[in-house]
């Protein structure tokens, strides 16, 4: 009768899942995340807040828990790079600024050219991003030096929430390579970059891998709460990695293909790649630990789920409803690969890695007179299949990469089964869907499992859960297709098109 909890702190919801010891989900609550918007461009977190909607979330699937059962252990994936200041109280100091805010764009060009973009990519392996949590610390040393005075710790969200689960801080490796403070080769706090930026190292917990235990969940929690037990906090990480946890993306050789409203491509990998030409082509890196190190590397494709929806919404308005994403799908279906010659190229929210190039824009090609709706949507999800089977060709070209031997897919697009059948055939591998809904809070459920001494080690977990997963197989005759689309029309669409969005971009401007 022990269960285990998982906290999944995203952009968008907050939520708490419960599931057995068989890896078995019994129960889900969600909040949306309390946001606060400031201005264009720029959003922030009171602390407080997200604590107290984990505290409401937790309190919901406590009462899920079965008469005379107990939680044994939890654990908290968060988003990346946002970060809480606290007092040595700890007790936050300043707002938490969203990893999406611009307002620290100016610090960190500025601190980009004093560290040099070619030394912080030989360091952290990415270059210096308005985005990473150092630039959120030096901004809010700028902006409010007497709060920063008062600073004695900064954790990243998930550290933030177990820090007030259990009154122990620390981080894991996912996290701290959101930071641009981590050294990617010894895998520490790199002195040179705090050095440089001024920061004490003082400030930054330490790094733990993720599963570590922490310490029990505060008796305060417990009251609030109503969670049974004494369950055990542990090292959580980045929502991505331990949505790849659940996932068994626990090895290099695995590519974790993560379809939500944006998709990330993640494969793992036994070190980081340093090398030159990841650094211009825009992938992404970091550090992971579990019982054992290795690292991810990869990139996305900024609107995925996201680019379906914006086209069900193109066609509907006041008087003609957007039509049902089933229907859509099945006028889909009732068409041949290629949809009769009809192409996309998925930029809406700019190109991505091989192709870094936020003037880039989407296109449809091949349009007729006779084109329809299910022929467009239907291009739409072979555009984005083919984008990413292109990301994953790149990927595969980098030293220390190569390709993957197994996909596992996860996330809401799953349950499109088209798409999932185009995708195989883009990619011309067999994919592993994991069934599971909510892979983040499951991922951080078994983090919490190992904290408490249920498994020894990630690969004792999954070879005990009874996760659900489904495995689907290429057609033949639609990877003949779809590599043809692919060779001849997709690897050239972005180059031959780049130059006439490059003009609409100056025209608008």
């Known amino acids: 009768m022990g269960f285990l909890v998982g906290i999944d702190l995203g952009t968008q919801s907050i939520r708490a899942l419960l599931a057995d010891m068989r890896g078995r989900t019994l129960a889900c609550a969600a909040r949306a995340t309390p946001t606060i918007a400031v201005g264009a461009g720029q959003a922030e977190y009171d602390p407080d807040k997200l604590f107290a909607t984990v505290l409401a979330v937790l309190r919901e699937v406590a009462s899920a828990v079965p008469a005379g059962g107990e939680v044994l252990g939890m654990a908290c994936a968060s988003m990346g790079e946002a970060c809480v200041l606290s007092d040595e109280s700890g007790r936050p100091v300043a707002p938490a600024i969203t ?5 620290t764009e100016a610090v960190s060009a500025a601190f980009a050219a004093q560290l040099g973009q070619d ?4 360091i952290a392996g990415m270059p210096a991003d308005p985005t990473m949590t150092l630039a959120k610390i030096l901004w809010h040393r ?8 008062r600073a004695r710790r900064m954790l990243n969200l998930a550290d933030w929430i177990a820090f007030k689960l259990s009154g122990e801080a620390a981080t894991d490796l996912s996290l701290a390579s959101r930071t641009l403070c981590l050294d990617m080769t010894t895998r520490d706090w790199s002195a040179e970059i705090l050095d440089i930026a001024g920061i004490d190292r003082a400030l930054l917990p330490p790094i733990r891998p993720s599963g570590t ?5 505060l008796a305060s929690v417990l009251a609030e709460t109503g969670l049974t037990g004494r369950p055990v906090v542990g090292v959580g990480g980045h929502d991505h990695a331990v949505g790849g946890f659940a996932a068994g993306a626990i090895r290099p050789g695995v590519l974790l293909d993560s379809m939500g409203t944006a998709e990330a491509l993640f494969q793992t990998v036994a070190r980081p790649v340093m090398t030159e030409a990841n650094r211009n082509l825009g992938f992404w890196q970091g550090a992971i630990g579990l019982h054992r190190p290795f690292a991810y590397f ?12 914006w086209f069900r919404r193109l066609l509907g308005g006041a008087q003609h409803p957007e039509p049902a994403r089933d229907t859509l799908i099945a006028e889909a279906a009732a068409l041949p690969p290629g949809g009769h010659g009809t192409a996309f190229l998925p ?9 870094v190039d936020q003037a880039s824009r989407g296109a449809f090609l091949g349009l007729t007179a006779d084109t329809t709706r299910g022929a467009m949507f239907r291009a739409v999800l072979e555009g984005l299949a083919l984008e990413a089977r292109l990301t994953v060709d790149a990927m595969a070209e980098q030293p220390g990469v190569g390709r993957p031997d197994d996909i596992r897919v996860i996330g809401g697009n799953t349950r499109n089964a088209l798409f999932l059948h185009i995708k195989a055939a883009a990619y011309g591998r067999e994919l592993t869907v994991i069934d ?3 892979a983040t809070g499951m991922g951080a459920a078994l983090l919490g499992g190992i904290a408490a001494g249920v498994w020894p080690d990630m690969d004792a977990a999954q070879a005990t859960i009874a996760q659900p997963r489904h495995v689907v197989t290429p057609d033949p005759d639609w990877v003949a297709r779809y590599e043809d689309l692919y060779q001849t029309v997709h690897r050239r669409f972005y180059a031959a098109v780049a130059p006439l969005s490059h003009a609409l971009s100056a025209f608008v401007r």
Request: net charge neutral.
């Open 347 to 355: 930029h809406l929210a700019y190109g991505t890695a091989p192709n």
């Open 119 to 122: 030394r912080a990519f030989r």
């Open 298 to 309: 990869g990139a996305g494709i900024n609107s995925c789920g996201g680019t379906i929806e």
């Open 142 to 149: 700028q902006a409010d030096p007497a709060a920063f005075a």
């Open 213 to 217: 235990r922490l310490g029990p969940v």
């Open 99 to 103: 990893w999406f805010d611009r307002r």
């Open 436 to 438: 599971e809904p909510e």
